[in-house]
């Protein structure tokens, strides 16, 4: 007898398949994409649900590995790649994937149609966004610390479309001794001859196979904490082609994001340049931050939308109680929600990137640049927990074919474990989200904002889904101004809260906002459908454990 067997979920052309980011496109370009860019887009979104997709099922099993010494016994520590990631590469240089944001061709919406090709690219290439996402962050840093001549030497690679020039970087801050806590690292720095090198050991590093990479290390003399630190640019290898006095210890033994060779390095006596002065080194840093974090913002919204895209396939080819999951209320329920989320987590995501194309172009006026600052920690912390939420929610779409490991549907949502977790947890973001939100003037650019999306609000149905999130920020920001003048404890105790009750709420007005253009320009209802699902959702998330109750529970 032959056993029925279960066709497995298939995925379209990933930018065909994608009304949302059409949708963004189409309206951030005045209503038509420019041809070039769909073509570029279409031709990502084929490889991403076609040979790429297929690649990742096939290099399951494949991950780097570590060689540290060769048949002679010479120490080498070289990291072999596994051969998506290798492909993944190539193709990152010649889309463009770093590169598109620094070309003058789309003005300030370049950012939009870089993010739009990353968004495509990333849940088909196991997290090679990682190193792409360093590797702009160090352009962004050099070309913004002042530093011709580092600028010069490494930004033509960085941003190269070539593959055979192309370099990756490296961002080498955790240390043993905190990763959040950064101003606690270790790693000296000591004058050699004309130059600097530096002695540590750096904890996390993912992008160990980078050409170079930016880190921080304290100048032998300097104060103690994070403005004794520098900022460092260390070139990896040696014109022979050996690490420069760098070893790798080992890789990491992770949860997920296994094909990320995140290593363990101990720098010993390797040359390295300042690249802004000696001290303030966090600071200097920041651009790095900005750029990373809008990555994972951008990769949390693009899991889900992975996940969601093969559950929908699914659905309509598995039957269970004599009718296609497709057709079950209950699922159907299930799904919707989930596609509210991911569009949620879009229009937050690519609000930020708008905004960062922006300052990039030259709108670097006081209002622009705070709220840039705070919607980065904003989208981060919100789009990282919607990741993990929705891509375990994914898999349980598919009962037990979700838990099984070669069907690739769990990697999903071990990969997602990652995003509230690097570049900042969600408790460390939120507690700089307070910091962003200073006396209050930046939260008041927020709130115009979520006031002009009201405004641009005609239809009944929106005006009453986006007064559901100018009343969420509004209690928001009344519990921050009560909390800041109880002190520094109360402020820190809810910041969470505070930060997914604006980021909903902001996630939501945009929402709003884009679902008013779609229905006017598009005659498509599917946003305004997302809009009201997600206004129906939990948007407030204030309501906190009181404190003394809090440490009893914890302790
Ligand atoms: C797969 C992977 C790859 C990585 N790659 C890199 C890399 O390439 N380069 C790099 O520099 N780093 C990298 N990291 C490190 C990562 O950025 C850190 O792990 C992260 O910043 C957290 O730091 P930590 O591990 O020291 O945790 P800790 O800072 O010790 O945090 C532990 C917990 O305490 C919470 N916490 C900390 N401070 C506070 C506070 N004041 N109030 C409330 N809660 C607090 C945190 O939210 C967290 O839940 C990587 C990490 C992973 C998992």
New binding site residues.
């Given amino acids: 007898m032959q056993p029925f067997n279960q066709p497995p979920p298939q995925l379209g052309n990933q930018y065909d398949d994608d009304r949302v980011l059409r949708s963004m496109l189409a309206r951030r370009f005045g209503g038509r994409i420019p041809v070039a860019v769909e073509e570029v887009l279409r031709e990502m979104g084929e490889l991403a649900g076609g040979e790429l997709y297929q690649m990742q099922l096939a290099d399951r099993l494949n991950e780097p590995r570590l060689v540290q010494w060769d048949a002679w016994g010479n120490r080498i520590d070289e990291i072999e790649l596994t051969p998506l990631w290798r492909r993944a590469e190539c193709l990152a240089a010649e889309f463009g994937l770093v590169a598109t944001g620094y070309e003058a061709e789309h003005g300030a919406l370049a950012r939009t149609v870089q993010f739009a090709l990353v968004h495509l690219f990333h849940p088909s290439t196991d997290v090679y966004s990682c190193p792409l996402a360093m590797t702009d962050g160090a352009a962004r840093t050099l070309l913004d610390s002042g530093n011709c001549d580092l600028a010069e030497r490494a930004v033509p690679q960085l941003i190269s479309r070539d593959p055979g020039r192309f370099w990756t970087s ?5 240390e043993s001794t ?4 950064v101003g606690a690292s270790e790693t000296i720095a000591r004058r050699q001859g004309d130059g600097w090198a530096l002695w540590g050991r750096k904890w ?4 160990a196979t980078s050409q170079m990479a930016l880190t921080l290390a304290r100048p032998e003399g300097n104060a103690p904490g994070g403005r004794g630190l520098a900022l460092f640019y260390v070139e990896t290898r040696d014109e022979a082609g050996r690490l420069d006095r760098i070893q790798v210890l080992r890789l990491k033994d ?1 949860l997920g ?1 296994r094909k ?1 060779p ?1 290593a363990e390095l101990i720098l010993d006596g390797t040359p390295a340049i300042p690249v802004a002065g000696t001290t303030d080194g966090i600071r200097q840093i920041v651009p790095m931050l900005t750029m990373t974090r809008t990555w994972n913002s951008v990769c949390a919204a693009s899991f889900m939308r992975r996940g969601i895209a093969l559950a929908r396939d699914f659905g309509r080819r598995r039957v269970a109680f004599g009718r296609p999951l497709s057709r079950q209320p209950l699922h159907v329920q299930t799904l919707a929600a989930l596609q509210a989320e991911y569009e949620a987590a879009f229009h937050l995501c690519f609000e930020l990137i708008h905004l960062l194309g922006r300052v990039e172009h030259g709108e670097r006026d006081d209002d622009t640049r705070a709220l840039l600052r705070l919607m980065t920690a904003l989208t981060k912390l919100t789009t990282g927990k919607q990741a993990v939420t929705v891509s375990t929610e994914a898999i349980e779409c598919f009962g037990g074919a979700g838990y099984v490991e070669d069907t690739g549907l769990p990697v999903i949502v071990r990969d997602s474990q ?1 995003l509230p ?8 973001l939120s ?1 700089e989200l307070l910091k962003a939100c200073g006396d209050g003037g930046p939260l008041a650019v927020l709130r115009r904002r979520i006031t002009a999306c009201a405004r641009a609000c005609r239809d009944d149905r929106l005006v009453a889904a986006v007064s559901v999130a100018g009343t969420a920020a509004d209690r928001a920001m009344a519990w921050y101004r009560a909390a800041a003048e109880s002190g520094r404890p109360a402020l ?1 105790a809810h910041a969470r809260g505070f930060a997914l009750t604006l980021g909903r709420a902001a996630a939501l007005a945009l929402m709003c906002e884009h679902a008013q253009w779609s229905l006017d320009h598009e005659q498509d209802s599917h946003a305004r459908a997302a809009a009201l699902a997600f206004a129906a959702s939990r948007i407030s998330q204030l309501d906190g454990i009181e404190p003394d109750d809090a440490a009893m529970l914890a302790d």
């Fill in positions: 490296g961002q080498w801050m955790t905190g990763g959040s806590d996390f590093t993912s992008a992770k994001t990320v995140t990652v977790i690097w570049e900042g947890t969600t408790n460390v507690l820190e």
